[in-house]
């Protein structure tokens, strides 16, 4: 009686080990499309958002994208918000949605307004203007990443649990050898 239990239980313990260790999990990643090589990730869920910001380059003022993940793992553009200085006919340009905020301008539920899933959101990491990814508490400036002129893809990654260890396990390797 007392190997069958320990039987049981070491089949139970094994079974939610592999359901664990398979599970698919997502991960948000910055990837460079030239070289393929994805340079940041964050394991993601869904509904958790990001937002991109920078400084319009005209104006010199900020700009914030707020994204969110799907259940599907596109990725769908939130909400905008930007300093409102010379912005007419906003009621034409976005029907539903539109207020302005102690002088920013906000444009809000974009995802259900207008429902656009992305694959993927295309970013050139600028020359002139500082542009900052954040997730969460973690924020990282694209040109941490990448140098000036290069086009940066965000998107998201879904796979088995041990192929996003690996990776992880080589994005570590190669950030801490020189």
């Given amino acids: 009686m007392k190997k069958k239990c320990i039987l049981i239980a070491g089949i ?8 664990w260790f ?16 994805v340079l940041v990730q964050w394991k993601v869920l869904p509904g ?3 937002t991109y910001s920078f ?18 793992g596109s990725i769908v553009l939130s909400e905008l918000r ?14 539903k949605g ?9 444009i809000s539920d974009i995802d259900l307004n207008y429902r656009k899933p992305l694959e993927s959101v295309p970013i050139r990491v600028a020359y002139t203007v500082p542009q900052k990814l954040s997730i969460g508490r973690e924020e990282i400036f694209l040109t941490s990443l990448a140098p000036a002129g290069t ?10 649990r041990p192929l996003s260890l690996v990776k992880e ?6 950030k801490n050898n020189p």
């Fill in 55 to 72: 400084t319009h380059s005209y104006e010199l003022q900020p700009v914030w994208e707020r994204y969110i993940i799907t259940p599907e």
């Fill in 151 to 160: 086009l940066l893809e965000v998107r998201v990654f879904q796979g088995p």
């Fill in 48 to 50: 958790q958002v990001f």
């Fill in 22 to 37: 398979w599970y698919p999990v997502r991960l948000l990643q910055v990837k460079d499309p030239g070289s393929g090589k």
């Fill in 169 to 174: 396990v080589i994005t570590w390797m190669e």
């Fill in 98 to 106: 539109f207020r302005i905020e102690n002088g920013t301008g906000v």
């Fill in 82 to 95: 930007f300093k409102a200085l010379a912005y007419d006919d906003k009621e034409i340009t976005y029907p």
């Fill in 12 to 19: 139970s313990a094994i079974t939610i080990l592999a359901l």
